[in-house]
């Protein structure tokens, strides 16, 4: 299916200008094929859009002005349709396509859905495009909802995921904390060490300040004896100089 949108290229309207731009605009945003078809410059074009705008949905003279939009030969609607369709979400359907997966409109009319039909407990809802566009949605009674099945799959699939990396994350938490306390071990046997090491420096410095101590006893001692001889040696000197006659005491 190819969307038409009947436009003029050299139209002296500022409006319809706007009109032309906003509608193309949009379609490319949604990424929607169209075919833009020039009325200005072929007359063919302009025939064929005058002719197949509804009788209804002309204005009081009889002239559609642009932008006029089709599905194929299925006439979709004018620019204030199509703003309106906007503004409600349902471009889509406006234009007689399925809507996306996922998107707004395909979210609105399951809830429309639902409302009028109730849950669907033992079915499946099968979507399908009619030929003027709309959505039509059919329950096959041996199936399962298979919109749900998938979006419960794909819910498990994530769960599984951030399981899998809370479990990695925890992992690596505890590999962190395990390498910590060995880098703690680490520091404090080599903090133990060199306590060791200080202590057994200190104590070989106290073993050589006592062996230095011992050995100096012994001279200290001969330097003691070598002083007593040598004031015994003077007195004795001074005793027995020649010459000197001991004084005798009178009885």
């Not at 032309?20 to 949604?30: I, M, P, S």
């Not at 020039?38 to 002239?63: F, H, L, S, Y």
């Amino acid at each position: 299916m190819v969307i038409k949108v009947f436009l003029a290229s050299s139209s002296g309207s500022t409006a319809i200008k706007k009109k032309q731009q906003d509608v193309l605009g949009f379609l490319e945003a949604l990424k929607v094929e169209y075919a833009p078809l020039d009325i200005a410059c072929n007359v063919d074009n302009r025939t064929w859009m005058r002719e197949n705008v509804p009788v209804e949905k002309k204005p009081t003279n009889g002239i559609p002005l642009p932008p006029q939009i089709f599905n194929e030969e299925s006439y979709c609607g004018d620019y204030e349709t199509f703003f309106d369709a906007k503004e409600d979400n349902s471009v889509y359907a406006f234009l007689g396509l399925p809507p996306p997966p996922g998107s707004k409109e395909a979210q609105q009319a399951e809830k429309e859905f639902i409302l009028q039909n109730g849950p669907v407990k033992n079915g499946t809802v099968e979507k399908k495009t009619t030929e003027n566009g709309t959505v039509e949605n059919k329950i096959i009674d041996n199936g399962t909802d298979e919109t749900d099945t998938v979006q419960n799959k794909m819910d498990d699939n994530e769960l599984d995921e951030n399981r899998t990396a809370d479990a990695e994350v925890e992992d690596e938490n505890h590999e962190a904390d395990k390498l910590k306390a060995t880098a703690e071990e680490v520091a404090q046997e080599e903090d133990e060490e060199a306590k060791g090491e200080d202590d057994q420096a200190v104590s070989e410095e106290e073993e050589e300040l006592r062996q230095l101590e011992e050995q100096e006893e012994p001279v200290s001692e001969v330097e003691d004896e070598e002083e007593a001889l040598e004031v015994t040696e003077d007195e004795e000197e001074e005793v027995a100089e020649p010459g000197e006659i001991p004084c005798s005491v009178p009885s």
